[in-house]
């Protein structure tokens, strides 16, 4: 229901300052940090013409910026949301998406935090690591297409599978 309200949002609002009125309609859970991050993260991007950057470069830029590690969280999260940006706007994936890790929050955390895992389980289920967090839907919603629906299938199957051979502490 979350991502759907957030296509349907960013279909009417596709700007990147429409993100702070969406996470205070839709996402109030831990507000005050998000919105701080999201104001460091759109300070770097005044001015950038997005359109023009890889993702790869505007992680590089966003990691310089922001002085975070590529692979941080906050700098992942950013890509992830400017890919659905893109989704929205352009109607298809941007390209490139499939070479980053995806940003391991406190619900994939777990599952695992190992990043070996995750990308195993991309490898397992044909989605780009940077969208696993798929897994957490209850149902794939009805709108997407056919292929997506069964990746979504064959991901949860592979995880069921990888957390089988996770040795038990």
Not at 25 to 39: A, G, I, P, Q
């Amino acid at each position: 229901e979350y991502w759907e309200k957030f296509s349907r949002f960013f279909a009417v609002k596709q700007s990147l300052q429409s993100f702070e009125e969406f996470l205070k309609k839709h996402n109030r859970r831990l507000l005050r940090t998000r919105l701080e991050r999201l104001k460091r993260v759109l300070a770097c991007l005044e001015g950038k013409e997005l359109s023009r950057m890889t993702l790869r470069e505007v992680r590089d830029y966003l990691s310089g910026c922001l002085k975070q590690r590529k692979d941080s969280k906050t700098i992942l999260f950013a890509v992830k949301m400017l890919t659905f940006c893109h989704r929205i706007t352009r109607g298809r994936e941007p390209e490139g998406v499939e070479e980053f890790p995806v940003p391991i929050d406190s619900r994939l955390s777990k599952v695992s935090k190992e990043p070996a895992f995750w990308k195993e389980l991309s490898a397992k289920s044909g989605i780009p690591q940077l969208h696993l967090d798929a897994i957490f839907w209850n149902e794939p919603l009805p709108e997407l297409p056919d292929r997506l629906k069964r990746a979504m299938m064959a991901l949860k199957t592979a995880v069921k599978d990888l957390n089988l051979r996770k040795p038990r502490t």
